[in-house]
């Protein structure tokens, strides 16, 4: 069975140096319209060793050179939410 193509994107540091990641998962909360991702170093990925994970709200700018702009998660509320869809994206890996 073919192994799934992973989403793979391309973020900015703030020296303006480009790494790449692959999305773990997206997710959407209807009650705020808002939408997340959860994404890890492509070089961390393949590796047996614990990875670091970052997650961030974005906006998908669809049409514009820049299809997807990223957003710092800044309140609690989000960071448990995204807590709690990692720990079931983790779960339902295993």
Known sequence: MA???????????????EHLFEVLFKFDVDTTGKSYM??????????DEEVEVFAFRYED????????????????????MVEEMLNTFTEDEQ
């Open 3 to 17: 192994e799934e193509e992973k989403e793979r994107i391309i973020i900015p540091d703030e020296n303006g140096e």
């Open 61 to 80: 700018n669809a049409g514009e050179e820049d299809d997807l702009a990223l957003y710092q998660i800044e309140t609690e509320e989000e960071w448990e």
């Open 38 to 47: 959860v994404v890890v170093p492509a070089e961390q990925q393949d590796t």
